[in-house]
């Protein structure tokens, strides 16, 4: 099985922040890479796929980076429809998914 | 819009057996392009990946729940159709239905969780 983990579990941080969320597989997974973000009651919305693809429709101040075991997500400037919880999730063998981030007010 | 919508009984009895079924609305399960997917959230937890299917009925389980679960699909109702037996507490969960696109890899097409319907409670109680 491949393990995902993220970190920080939890993140504060103000609107206009940089922020960013690190994701590691237990083994090399190339770019087979997902985030997520999802918001209370809500169902996860795909962000960045394939590592750094961006979504259709979702902002470009989301990107993703990285490839093998080492990978990022990064907001470049906060905003408060952004305060949520951020999965990433490998597809290189069958799915797993990381333990999540939230990011909260500051 | 493209629409999933889960159904089924949001009770369910220990040692029993889950059944969802998932809609799909403003597309084709028969596309040859997508995979099917059922994914779940205990409460406060995370997602986990429960299993795939494809229209012609090739699955992909969690080792975790292979010998518990069954997806199948029904073409004819644009629905696929998600079975969990002997259910305990720790299956309660909001169970997610979802469309899988794909990207080109060397060994083949790799699949990812593109869009996801609203979820569906499930409680697992006496």
């Known amino acids: 099985d491949i393990q995902m983990t993220q970190s920080p579990s939890t993140l504060s941080a103000s609107v206009g922040d940089r922020v960013t969320i690190t994701c590691r597989a237990s083994?090399?997974?190339?770019?087979?890479l997902a985030w997520y973000q999802q918001k209370p009651g809500k169902a996860p919305k795909l962000l960045i796929y394939?590592?750094?693809s961006l979504e259709s429709g979702v902002p470009s101040r989301f990107s993703g980076s990285g490839s093998g075991t080492e990978f990022t997500l990064t907001i470049t400037s906060l905003q408060p429809d952004d305060f949520a919880t951020y999965y990433c999730?490998?597809?290189?063998?069958?799915?797993?998914f990381g333990q999540g981030t939230k990011v909260e007010i500051k | 819009q493209l629409q999933l919508q889960a159904s089924g009984p949001g009770l369910v009895k220990p040692s029993e057996t889950l059944s969802l079924t998932c809609t799909v609305s403003?597309?084709?399960?028969?596309?040859?392009?997508?995979?099917w997917g059922w994914v779940r959230q205990p409460p406060g937890k995370g997602l986990e990946w429960i299993g795939s299917?494809?229209?012609?009925?090739?699955?992909h389980y969690n080792p975790s729940l292979k010998s518990r679960v069954t997806l199948s699909v029904d073409t004819s109702k644009n629905q696929f159709t998600l079975q969990l037996t002997s259910v305990t507490a720790a299956d309660t969960a909001v169970y997610y239905c979802?469309?899988?696109?794909?990207?080109?890899?060397?060994?083949?097409?790799?699949?990812?969780?593109?869009?996801w319907g609203q979820g569906k409670v499930v409680a697992v109680s006496s």
């Open positions: 979802a469309r899988l696109n794909y990207n080109w890899g060397q060994v083949g097409a790799m699949y990812y969780f593109e869009y």
């Open positions: 403003d597309g084709s399960i028969s596309s040859e392009t997508y995979y």
């Open positions: 299917i494809y229209y012609s009925g090739t699955t």
């Open positions: 083994q090399s997974i190339s770019t087979w």
């Open positions: 394939k590592a750094s």
């Open positions: 999730q490998q597809y290189n063998t069958y799915w797993t």
